[in-house]
């Protein structure tokens, strides 16, 4: 089993930059594909990025592309996800999540294991 923590987030002017984290528990994180999603208020929780076990697979939302980099480090037990020119619409809670199977995916029932979520706050 795994457990989640999120860090990070918080309060940042429209075009400004956060990097949160996902600390893991457990000595199997490399095992896990990884992926970060978020839900805005109102909304339902939608996928936002994920990577591989290894790194070197990576997937966007189209909404994040160009701006958001997810990336993780095996060795420190930890996920990150950098974000840059951050929108008012990026505005949401942001969950981090462990996936066992093999495939990298982008959609949230394949994910087993979640964090409690951190929240991102953009003003314009």
């Known amino acids: 089993q795994v457990q989640l923590v999120e860090s990070g987030g918080g309060l940042v002017q429209a075009g400004g930059s956060l990097r949160l984290s996902c600390a893991a528990s457990g000595r199997t994180f490399s095992n896990y594909n990884m992926g970060w999603f978020r839900q805005a208020p109102g909304k339902e929780r939608e996928f936002v990025a994920s990577?591989?076990?290894?790194?070197?697979?990576?997937y966007y939302a189209d909404s994040v592309k160009g701006r958001f980099t997810i990336s993780r480090d095996n060795a420190k037990i930890i996920m990150y996800l950098q974000m840059n020119s951050l929108k008012p619409e990026d505005t949401a809670v942001y969950y981090c999540a462990a996936d066992r199977t093999l495939g990298l995916s982008r959609v949230e029932r394949s994910y087993d294991y979640w964090g409690q979520g951190t929240q991102v706050t953009v003003s314009s």
């Open positions: 990577i591989s076990w290894s790194g070197a697979t990576t």
